[in-house]
């Protein structure tokens, strides 16, 4: 599945990057890596551009460039699950 047929509040995993050279190589660079969990929080009226939020950066890409990215959805809107690595999170007093 590509980054840019999610929709809005979908949780997804970063599984490749296929994009163009440049393209490629500004995408790695801003984080968005193999492995990095992603919320899409916006995507404009006609698809383009899609908004997403990772590691407290929110990254806003065209749809082309989008559709370079391959994930694996790892949730669905309001599962309540976070987006972190899916480690069981402790609390005292529970």
């Given at each position: 599945?590509?980054?840019?047929?999610?929709?809005?509040?979908?949780?997804?995993?970063?599984t490749g990057v296929l994009a163009e050279s440049t393209v490629?190589?500004?995408i790695?660079?801003?984080?968005?890596?193999?492995?990095?969990?992603?919320?899409?929080?916006?995507?404009?009226?006609l698809g383009d551009p899609i908004e997403i939020v990772f590691k407290g950066i929110y990254?806003?890409?065209?749809?082309?460039?989008?559709?370079?990215?391959?994930?694996?959805?790892?949730?669905e809107v309001g599962d309540r699950e976070p987006m972190g690595n899916g480690r069981r999170r402790w609390r005292f007093g529970s």
């Open positions: 599945m590509l980054l840019s047929d999610l929709n809005v509040g979908d949780k997804a995993q970063v490629r190589r500004r790695l660079d801003m984080g968005l890596v193999k492995g990095t969990r992603f919320k899409v929080l916006r995507v404009a009226p990254l806003t890409l065209r749809k082309n460039e989008a559709a370079g990215i391959q994930v694996e959805k790892v949730g």
